[in-house]
């Protein structure tokens, strides 16, 4: 991978690559964000904050260049922070609609490929304060990676003595936070993943038209091997209005944060993990949806693809992508709240001993070595089997300050890959969790009617949490009956 004491002109990693190449005019490999701040943030100290901190990491001075001999990192020797870091207006004191209207333009909007791949847009007139809206392409860093980054620019003072260099940031909770408390695979086997997604990647063709050739990788006698072959042999994800022919245009919301105490009491109080809680409810959010426009969701279930950090604490400043990917059964069919949440917390107890994360890496890494025809059935495979992309990324618990201002909350949306066309988001910041969503208009042109139905359905398990006594866990039965008459 490249830190910030990389060169000019390297050979790009084979994962980094097979990010690179994913990119389709109907789902764009940019992490777009939004962050806003509570004063005006003044553009040309942005600037200036931008060069001292975030060039320091040398990758953001340089283009992604693909080539059919391979993909490397070149100097853009006409760089120009100016087009980087653009000042955007919206009419009067723009509200709600109309940023996120902006944030939807500019995440279907693809960056320039002859420039380094990011943008900032500072939106000056926003509820009186200032919003910056960020794109990054994901083959520069992933999500924890892109978090170290976001810390180096940053301060935990308006006003700091000093610069801190970003090779003194540190990333709060790496080791116990909610994206390593998800998921924590071993990380060896990474190497034997990696010749073994190869050789699956060699054969795609075939197996695309016969699934069943997958089998024969278990003969491996690895569990890598038998993983490989479960994800091959996954069934397709059911046919639902979030699957079908997408188009070029996404539409993005996201919903007021909640407490994080709040969130870590009913985790408690459930036996289950935050990042089980946040799940049922956002499978309770997407149910209400469906239910709202008429559609079965009796015995639902679909799949959503979630990144599992497989980046060593000592690689923390690096940048690249250093993540594997699981597949998660969410179950949408299940009404009773804490029933879900049980489901919800089984399934991720299941996925702890899975390998999946480590043969994904793999045959990312693999794809990223092959030529496009390998790559394009392949890719359609796998995202035939996931409806959703479902992220979790933990950011600082305090306030931050950026170029003096403090910013009060923040939030991005993932990119999708090959055929899928909805991607959820969960970051958490100053003891807030704050949920976003990203979708396409031809299948979902209002993602906010799911946004607006998260709240109520957290309430919905801190209440049956309040039916429970002393430390047991609450009953579902009584959940259920509570349920029955509200209704």
């Known amino acids: 991978m490249f830190d910030i004491f990389g060169g000019s002109n390297d050979p790009m990693a084979k994962v980094d690559t097979a990010w690179l190449r994913m990119e389709r005019p109907t789902n764009l490999m940019m992490i777009t964000g939004v962050m806003l701040f509570d004063g005006q943030l003044d553009v040309s100290k942005l600037r200036e904050l931008i ?12 283009k992604a260049v693909d080539r059919p001999s391979g993909a490397h990192w070149e100097n853009d020797v006409d760089f ?7 000042l955007t207006a919206l009419p009067g004191d723009a509200d709600k609609p109309q940023l996120l209207k902006l944030a939807s333009h500019l995440a279907s909007s693809p960056l ?53 260099d970003p090779r003194e940031a540190r990333l709060p909770h790496l080791r116990t936070g909610v994206v390593q408390r998800l998921l924590n695979p071993a990380r060896d086997g990474l190497d034997a993943a990696v010749r073994l997604g190869m050789k699956a990647a060699g054969e795609v063709a075939s197996m695309v038209k016969n699934p069943a050739r997958a089998a024969g990788y278990v003969k491996e006698g690895s569990e890598i091997a038998a993983e490989l072959a479960n994800a091959i042999l996954l069934s397709d994800d059911p046919k639902t209005r979030f699957r079908g022919r997408l188009g070029p245009r996404k539409t993005v919301a996201w919903c007021e944060p909640i407490p994080l105490h ?21 499978c309770g959010a997407i149910r209400g949806y469906m239910l709202n426009k008429g559609d079965s969701v009796d015995g639902l279930d679909i799949r959503a693809t979630v990144p599992v950090n497989l980046r060593p604490l000592e690689h923390a400043k690096e940048l690249g992508n250093q993540f594997g990917l699981v597949f998660l059964g969410m179950p949408i069919g299940i009404e009773n709240p804490i029933k879900r949440l049980y489901e919800v917390n089984r399934r991720m107890e299941e996925l702890k001993s899975s390998k999946q994360a480590t043969v994904s890496f793999g045959l990312l890494a693999a794809l990223g070595m092959g030529p496009a025809a390998i790559q394009a059935p392949a890719l359609e495979m796998l995202s035939r089997k996931a409806t959703t992309v ?3 990324v933990p950011g600082p618990q305090r306030d931050l300050y950026l170029a003096g201002t403090r910013m009060k909350q923040i939030m991005f949306w993932v990119p999708q890959t ?17 949920f976003g969503l990203i979708t396409d208009v031809r299948l979902v042109p209002d993602p906010q009617s799911i946004i607006d139905r998260f709240e109520p359905e957290f309430e919905k398990l801190v209440l049956a949490c309040l039916m429970g006594t002393g430390d047991a866990r609450p009953d579902a039965s009584l959940a259920e009956h509570w349920l029955q008459d509200t209704e």
């Open 51 to 62: 060069q001292e901190r975030f060039l320091k990491f040398k990758r953001f001075r340089q």
């Open 80 to 86: 120009d922070i100016e087009y980087h870091v653009r």
């Open 112 to 164: 320039d490929p002859a420039r380094p791949l990011w943008q900032f847009q500072v939106v000056e007139n926003y509820q009186g304060g200032t919003a910056v809206i960020t794109r990054i392409h994901h083959c520069y860093a992933d999500g924890i990676a892109l978090i170290q980054v976001l810390l180096s620019m940053t301060d935990t003072v308006r006003n700091p003595r000093r610069l801190p």
């Open 262 to 282: 709040d969130v870590k009491a009913v985790a408690r109080a459930t036996g289950c993990k935050v990042n089980d809680v946040l799940i049922a409810a956002v």
């Open 390 to 392: 479902l992220t979790n």
């Open 418 to 434: 090959g055929s899928i066309g909805m991607g959820i988001s969960i970051l958490s910041y100053n003891w807030k969790v704050q």
